[in-house]
């Protein structure tokens, strides 16, 4: 993706180095790093099987036999649950990691872990302000609240009444 606009993205290709404009309302975009894989226990992130493809000293399959390309998978990535993931799926997965390795892009995971450590160490004297804010905050006055309990009243008073079960008494044993 080159920019973004409200209504699409401005998108070039890395195969033949086309720049267009892409809607929105026609298409769906997700990073490479939000889409995951089911396997046999938890999902993992594509980025993590890219890196056991790109590990692998198997040669990629052709795209066009489907046979072929599980057989590729049963022996870069064993833990696919082959139920769930489809042939189209392992398909796709070839296909653009191919391209990513032509392109000579480096596929990884942003370095969440550390971004997170560093928010937390930021959030916790923001939490610390937040409580001094409230104390030192003006209290509302006194008539303000009579107001809203009187409102309350009120209205709790106009509400036709519910009949209610009688309560069951707690025995002990």
């Known amino acids: 993706m ?6 699409g993205a401005i ?6 180095k086309s720049t267009k404009f892409v809607s929105s309302r026609q298409h769906s975009f997700s990073h490479l790093e939000s889409i995951e894989v089911y396997t046999q ?3 993992v992130n594509l980025v993590d099987v890219f890196n056991a493809m790109g590990a692998s000293k198997e040669a990629l399959p052709s ?3 489907p046979a072929a390309i599980k057989k590729y998978f049963t022996k870069v990535y064993p833990e696919l649950d082959f139920d769930r993931v489809y042939a189209s799926d392992m398909k796709k997965m070839v296909r653009w990691f191919d391209i990513l390795q032509k392109n000579e892009v480096e596929i ?6 550390a971004e997170e450590e560093v928010k937390e160490t930021e959030a916790a004297p923001v939490v610390e302000e937040t ?3 409230e104390k030192t905050a003006p209290k509302k006055s006194a008539k ?3 107001a809203v ?12 009444k519910k009949k209610t079960a009688p309560k069951k008494k707690k025995t002990e044993e």
């Open 63 to 65: 795209e066009k036999d």
């Open 149 to 160: 309990t009187e409102e309350t009243t009120a209205k709790e008073e106009a509400a036709p």
């Open 41 to 43: 226990r938890d999902n």
């Open 108 to 113: 990884k995971l942003r370095e969440e872990e």
């Open 11 to 16: 998108v070039k290709s890395l195969d033949d």
């Open 2 to 7: 080159v920019a973004s606009k409200t209504d």
């Open 144 to 146: 303000k609240k009579e």
């Open 131 to 133: 409580i001094k804010e």
